[in-house]
């Protein structure tokens, strides 16, 4: 079983930076695609920042590309999103997720989930 554990998660103004970390365990960290998904009360879960299992390729939505950052580290087992130039409406819930791959590719679901880290952007 993989756990995921979020942390960094608070309260900043809107123009701030936030770092937060997924931290994961149990399972050869270089089996499974890590994620970043955010949700708000009464949206839809949106994804924002994908690294895949090697942490060579990272990805971000177009709704934070270049403002936010995704990187991976194996050794440490943490997966980090580097948060800059925060807008009100990037206040969420944020969820670090995880699908599992193989050489034939990867998963399109993400079955590993963590419980999240609460961001709040005040204007």
């Known amino acids: 079983q993989v756990q995921l554990v979020e942390s960094g998660g608070g309260l900043v103004q809107a123009g701030g930076s936030l770092r937060l970390s997924c931290s994961n365990s149990g399972r050869s960290p270089s089996t499974y695609n890590l994620a970043w998904a955010r949700q708000s009360p009464g949206k839809a879960r949106d994804f924002v920042a994908e690294?895949?299992?090697?942490?060579?390729?990272?990805s971000t939505s177009d709704s934070v590309k270049g403002r936010f950052t995704v990187s991976r580290d194996n050794a440490k087992h943490t997966m980090d999103l580097q948060m800059s130039s925060l807008k009100p409406e990037d206040t969420a819930v944020y969820y670090c997720?995880?699908?599992?791959?193989?050489?034939?590719?990867?998963?399109?679901?993400?079955?590993?989930w963590g419980q999240g880290t609460q961001v709040t952007v005040s204007s």
């Open positions: 690294a895949s299992r090697n942490g060579v390729q990272t």
């Open positions: 997720a995880g699908r599992f791959c193989d050489d034939s590719g990867c998963s399109t679901r993400y079955s590993i």
